[in-house]
């Protein structure tokens, strides 16, 4: 089979992913975008709350930056978090001339970017700026990229693909330090294909689903930064996974968020007996960052024996409700709850992935060539806890940073000379005897991880899930070198390796900060700094030169 050739070759076809695609797609370049399932089938699709940007004259950026570092827990980067912020109002714009369809104020009517926004508020924000769809920005988001994008003449996207591992230098005996391509699996056809090109795109988004309990899809499997950490990227801040703190409680409610915007609209946090306990855990209540209501949610659900807790916005009546929460409203009456005559019950769930590869302000790795955007990366924007609605923003603010570099480097190489790869060798492998033991091992992480490195943290804790997450990776290694790849074994074992990372990463952190408590460790240190983890094939003599402390 031939290498497939590209310019560029993009892995991950959410927000991060499509937005980047269509903007590089004006240039003269060819693209190849990969999706492991359906190219909408990520988490960006199933964002509900918006998008943060300063919209309104009563705001300004400087709030923003400051609810930011607030939230992060003073280890968001300066440069990072202003990059963003104010790169905010001319991303909104973007979408909106893409055809993103916002939603409005009462009665206001359609007029483009200077229509009237209906701005709500979200936990950590100190005034209303988060602009959104109804509570389905993602879709809205998602789909309307994906229109442009499949229009674009040089785009080849190819869905159901998942990437295996990243083709560099090292792995071909060269003396230079870049990525030269990768790997991936057809899934459909069983086959795996060798993609080259000279830039190389991870947006695969977050790694939740090394978490029993989640609200992201089945896809949220750390893929990037796992073939990030292979191929000698460092990575950063992985104890920091973000826990949301309303998942509906329900045996068949697989994931089923429940929209900080609920809160922020006027939800209220109840005990089974009606009380509201939120105000005893922050000045904010049920307005305060998502990691404090998370734990406060699991503290009062350990201390009282509750399965779960009960939101409760019925007090604004039907018609608000409907209104506001369409979605939800719908998604909660087919498991038997009506969210505008009832308290629903709720619980925390893995929800976002704070750190990740190492980057600078282009979506630049360690690697040259490489690049990163979106959850998958770590750039210094959410620090020690995301600020709800940031992530959006990150995607699309950054992708257009990465866009540029990108075109720029491309345009520097005209006489480039691709590099012959070698194709995928399958000759001394057999098919899975027992394909029942990746499914196992699957459950097994997914539950230790949930015990003992979930959140609420102590050193006996990480120190069990190391043990047994190592003996896992010797399984695995062992797995996957003697049998043919499949969709299952390469998620397990890149979420293996990120569970491996973040449980490194916790027992590294000798405090509490942000999204990492641990009861050892309860305060938090005067100076803040980042956990980096170094591979052993670190790329060292081509690190990025713009991450340094604010």
């Not at 988060?130 to 869905?159: C, F, P, S, Y």
């Not at 989640?214 to 796992?226: E, H, K, R, V």
């Not at 209540?285 to 024996?305: N, S, T």
Request: charged fraction near 25%; glycine fraction near 8%; charge should be negative.
């Amino acid at each position: 089979m031939k290498t497939i050739h590209s310019d560029v070759l993009i892995i991950g076809g959410g927000a991060a992913g499509l937005s980047l695609a269509l903007r590089l797609a004006q240039e003269d370049v060819s693209i190849t975008l990969l999706s492991k399932s359906e190219l909408t089938e990520g988490s960006s699709l199933y964002a509900q709350g918006g998008i943060a940007a300063v919209l309104d004259d009563d705001d300004n950026f400087q709030a923003h930056i400051d609810d930011t570092h607030t939230a992060g827990a003073d280890l968001c980067k300066d440069a990072t978090v202003r990059k963003v912020v104010e790169g905010a109002p001319e991303a909104i714009n973007w979408l909106v001339e893409k055809g993103v369809k916002f939603t409005l104020v009462d009665g206001a009517e359609y007029d483009g970017a200077d229509s009237d926004y209906h701005l709500t508020r979200e936990g950590g924000h100190s005034h209303r700026r988060v602009i959104h769809a109804k509570d389905a920005t993602g879709r809205e988001v998602e789909t309307t990229l994906e229109q442009h994008v499949r229009a674009q003449a040089n785009v080849t996207i190819l869905e159901n693909h998942i990437a295996i591992d990243l083709i560099t230098s090292q792995k071909l005996g060269l003396s230079s330090s870049r990525v030269h391509g990768a790997y991936a699996l057809d899934i459909d056809n069983n086959t795996v294909k060798t993609f080259g090109a000279r830039s190389v795109v991870l947006s695969t988004g977050g790694a939740s689903k090394a978490y029993l309990y989640t609200t992201n899809p089945d896809t949220s499997t750390g893929d990037g930064i796992a073939m990030a950490w292979r191929a000698g990227c460092r990575i950063a801040n992985m104890e920091f996974v973000q826990f949301h703190p309303t998942c509906l409680y329900h045996p068949y409610a697989k994931g089923s968020l429940i929209s900080e915007a609920v809160r922020g609209e006027g939800g209220l946090l109840r005990l089974p007996n009606g009380d509201r306990f939120m105000d005893d855990h922050h000045e904010l209540a049920e307005l305060a960052p998502r990691d404090i209501v998370a734990r406060a949610i699991d503290y009062e659900m350990k201390k009282g024996g509750f399965d779960s807790v009960y939101l409760d916005i019925s007090h604004k009546g039907k018609e608000f409700i409907l209104d506001h929460f369409p979605n939800i409203a719908e998604s909660c009456e087919t498991y038997g709850y009506d969210m505008t005559a009832q308290p629903i019950p709720v619980v925390p769930a893995a929800h976002y992935t704070c750190g990740g590869i190492l980057t600078d302000l282009r979506g630049r790795t360690d690697l040259k060539r490489l690049y990163a955007v979106g959850e998958s990366s770590c750039t210094g924007l959410h620090g020690a806890n995301r600020l709800a609605s940031n992530s959006l923003l990150e995607c699309l603010v950054i992708a257009e940073s990465a866009a540029k570099d990108i075109s720029n480097r491309l345009n520097k190489e005209k006489n480039f000379q691709a590099v012959e790869l070698p194709q995928w060798d399958e000759s001394k492998v057999s098919d899975p005897d027992e394909r029942i033991v990746v499914s196992h091992n699957w459950d097994e992480m997914r539950r230790f991880m949930w015990d003992y490195v979930g959140i609420v943290r102590t050193n006996k804790r990480l120190e069990r899930a190391l043990n047994r997450i190592k003996l896992l990776q010797e399984e695995i290694v062992e797995y996957y070198g003697n049998f043919r790849v499949n969709n299952d074994l390469i998620e397990l074992r890149n979420l293996a390796t990120v569970a491996e990372l973040t449980i490194e990463c916790a027992l590294t952190r000798k405090e509490s900060r942000g999204l990492h408590y641990t009861l050892d460790y309860p305060d938090m240190r005067e100076h803040a700094a980042d956990t980096i983890l170094t591979p052993n094939n670190f790329v060292s003599h081509a690190p990025i030169r713009d991450w340094n402390p604010s």
